[in-house]
């Protein structure tokens, strides 16, 4: 049973392009979470969605951040018009069911996304 | 969400126990504690979880205070691959989606 994957693993883009980060979750797992690092910090909350739906997005940035989880295929991440203070490693995580308060968030290796 | 305390770092030598306390004097009846670690450039892997009573698993036990304002994660033996940045985190069993993470404590570990 493979668990969480991200890709890419590393992402080098310069100011002002687009950045696509993408999640696919374990098998039998319909949330994923997204949660953003800087360096040198803990992890933040940014977004938590559910098979075509945002349940939470309170951590998201108000611009140029969106995230969707389509019917089939990966979550994604998108980052527009990225800015050097966009660079951080960025964790996705997934679980089986919400609602329940024992229940455990598998995270993915990371995508390190660093803005020239 | 309560809040959690951790050292920002400790030491131990390899073999030996080690016990990684947090402090949540604010936790509700509603909290469950949670751990998780993070090794160096990976992401976040979840320890342990409980509620009041004592609990133990492959990985490790976690000791929860009769009053449950602190916790103490134990490695019974500390291994060189345990070395990590280990994480306290309350859940609200009202509201389970996100993790809030503090800045953990950087754990040590010297052969």
């Known amino acids: 049973n493979a668990g969480v994957m991200q890709n890419p693993r590393h992402l080098v883009r310069r100011r002002g392009q687009e950045a696509r980060l993408r999640c696919s979750p374990m098998k039998g797992h319909s949330h994923v979470y997204w949660y953003r690092q800087l360096p040198e910090e803990g992890l933040k909350f940014m977004v938590y969605?559910?098979?075509?739906?945002?349940?939470?997005e309170s951590g998201m940035p108000k611009e140029r951040f969106s995230a969707e989880f389509p019917k089939e295929g990966p979550s994604i991440l998108r980052i527009q018009q990225v800015v050097r203070g966009d660079s951080a490693a960025y964790f996705c995580?997934?679980?089986?069911?919400?609602?329940?308060?024992?229940?455990?968030?598998?995270f993915g290796p990371g995508t390190r996304l660093t803005v020239l | 969400d309560a809040k959690t305390t951790q050292p920002n770092s400790m030491e131990s030598n390899e073999e030996e126990p080690v016990h990684l306390p947090c402090n949540h004097s604010?936790?509700?009846?509603?909290?469950?504690i949670h751990w998780y670690r993070q090794l160096p450039s990976q992401g976040p892997e979840y320890v342990i979880h409980g509620l009041t009573s004592n609990v133990n698993n492959r990985m490790a036990s976690l000791a929860i205070a009769e009053d449950r304002k602190s916790s103490t994660l134990i490695l019974h033996r500390a291994t060189l691959r345990d070395a990590a940045v280990y994480y306290c985190i309350l859940r609200d069993s009202r509201n389970t989606d996100k993790l809030i993470f503090g800045t953990g404590t950087r754990l040590q570990v010297f052969p």
């Open positions: 604010t936790i509700s009846g509603t909290d469950y």
């Open positions: 995580a997934s679980s089986q069911k919400q609602g329940i308060s024992t229940d455990t968030q598998y």
């Open positions: 969605l559910q098979k075509e739906n945002i349940i939470d």
